[in-house]
């Protein structure tokens, strides 16, 4: 059974530093997918990750998958206040319909 | 391009009383559909999923209940509510033909039973 666990749940810090937010699994996942959530608001897709060694980036957000240590890392470089909101990652495994949620991170940049 | 659309964006019931939830998905054919709450500050619950018309799949029980009466169309219904039902309610597709399920979600139902 896959399970997902993000850490930190909840992550304030200054804007202009870098942080990661880390999501480990516990068993073969092929497939680790991003999310962000701003307040009250629903999801919207941020990456999909498919193979070891992948790295995608958009903009202050990059997120890299490692199959070997079952972790998928979402890194936030010099952040802004924009950048607030929940952050779920989520892995799937190949003959399964679901998604396996982490609990999310709920990141507040101050100004 | 694909939109999902949810309604109401909003719902204040009793107890005790009838619940319908629409989904719907355009620009899409035969996509993976399901339905999740949220309660508040909370993670994401998966209700159900559906992979073809009539065929839903429930992941918890609860006095919930879901249809799919066409292929774009996710209902999710209660006869009778329940305070702990109150949430965020969220509909979401996929495309069942990639090898990867990337979900994109509907903009939510926020539900509140008094």
């Known amino acids: 059974e896959l399970k997902v666990e993000q850490n930190p749940l909840f992550l304030s810090m200054q804007e202009g530093k870098n942080y990661t937010i880390y999501c480990n699994y516990s068993?073969?996942?092929?497939?680790l997918y991003w999310y962000r959530q701003d307040p009250g608001k629903s999801l919207e897709s941020l990456f999909v990750?498919?193979?070891n060694g992948a790295v995608k980036q958009e903009g202050r957000l990059m997120a890299s998958l490692d199959t070997k240590a079952r972790l998928s890392t979402l890194h936030i470089t010099a952040a802004v206040h924009d950048l607030s909101a929940t952050y779920f990652c989520?892995?799937?495994?190949?003959?399964?319909?679901?998604?396996?949620w982490g609990a999310g991170t709920k990141l507040i940049i101050k100004p | 391009s694909q939109t999902i659309h949810q309604w109401p964006a909003t719902l204040v019931q009793p107890v005790g009383s009838p619940l319908s939830l629409e989904c719907t998905v355009e620009g899409t054919s035969n996509p993976n559909l399901y339905w999740y709450r949220q309660a508040a500050g909370r993670g994401l619950q998966l209700l159900f999923y559906s992979v073809g018309i009539g065929q839903i799949s429930s992941e918890v029980p609860q006095n919930l209940s879901a249809s799919r009466p066409q292929d774009r169309q996710f209902i999710l219904s209660s006869k009778k509510l329940l305070l702990s039902d109150s949430g965020f309610y969220l509909c979401?597709?996929?495309?069942?033909?990639?090898?990867?399920?990337?979900?994109?979600f509907g903009p939510g139902t926020r539900l509140t039973v008094l």
């Open positions: 068993t073969t996942s092929d497939r």
């Open positions: 979401a597709w996929s495309d069942g033909t990639v090898a990867y399920n990337e979900q994109f």
């Open positions: 990750l498919l193979s």
């Open positions: 989520a892995g799937s495994m190949d003959s399964n319909y679901q998604l396996i």
